[in-house]
């Protein structure tokens, strides 16, 4: 059972302008929210959060939304640049998990 | 930082063969963390660890054990290598199981 999914694998966006990834989750006791960005033959490197007490979290030209009643969170990069390019992950936790749950990743890419 | 290294960035092996992944952290981190990425499955959890000598499954720890003698080491073993275990495989550990996950640069594991 997915308990974080990304439902698109693959997200192509034009340099200068908005990318939004999106993330769904069921599990309504997670409380901790991350995003992870991977570029190939690297490990993921922790990039944004966000705790269930917030709604919005900004870091530069990325911001992460959170929407508790429909479980759904987003992250956007204004403006995507061509070294956004990588695959994004996202992550949960809280509740009776002991761990991060991650989803399934988009892969990003940002044309020149 | 945090530093996860990873010992081979690279390895093949042939099929039936014990292999040792190696992963050593410095910053006194008691949760570590083995992952494996496959394409379309994201980061799929192994084992983890949350201090010396324990140890509790993953995800999918079928084929795989792991070993953690030490606080900062923390080793995958795959007791008889099978192609359905080529993949890169990723090492994280944390201070907590919830968040602040650091990763090492990956192992690409080709299994022949």
């Known amino acids: 059972d997915q308990q974080v999914k990304q439902n698109s694998p693959s997200l192509s966006v034009q340099e200068g302008r908005i990318s939004i990834l999106n993330c769904d989750y069921t599990?309504?006791?997670?409380?901790?929210f991350l995003w992870y960005k991977k570029y190939p033959a690297e490990g993921p490197t922790f990039l944004i959060s966000?705790?269930?007490?917030?709604d919005k979290n900004e870091d530069g030209r990325f911001t992460v939304f959170l929407n508790k009643s429909a479980k759904h969170l987003s992250l956007h990069i204004v403006p995507s640049q061509p070294g956004d390019s990588a695959v994004y992950f996202c992550?949960?936790?809280?509740?009776?998990?002991?761990?991060?749950?991650f989803g399934t990743g988009t892969l990003l890419a940002v044309q020149p | 930082d945090v530093k996860v290294t990873q010992s081979s960035r690279y390895l093949v092996k042939r099929t039936g063969e014990k292999v040792f992944l190696e992963c050593v952290q410095d910053?006194?981190?008691?949760?570590m963390f083995w992952y494996r990425q496959d394409p379309g499955l994201g980061l799929r959890l192994i084992y983890f660890?949350?201090?010396?000598?324990?140890?509790e499954k993953g995800d999918i720890p079928e084929g795989y054990s792991v070993s953690r003698e030490k606080k900062e080491r923390f080793s995958l073993i795959l007791e008889s290598a099978s192609t359905n275990q080529t993949s890169m495989y990723l090492c994280a550990s944390s201070l907590s199981v919830n968040y602040g996950y650091t990763f090492g640069s990956g192992t690409r594991l080709t299994v022949v």
């Open positions: 992550a949960a936790s809280g509740g009776a998990t002991n761990k991060l749950i």
């Open positions: 660890s949350y201090d010396v000598k324990m140890k």
């Open positions: 910053m006194d981190h008691e949760n």
């Open positions: 599990n309504s006791m997670f409380d901790y």
């Open positions: 966000i705790s269930s007490i917030k």
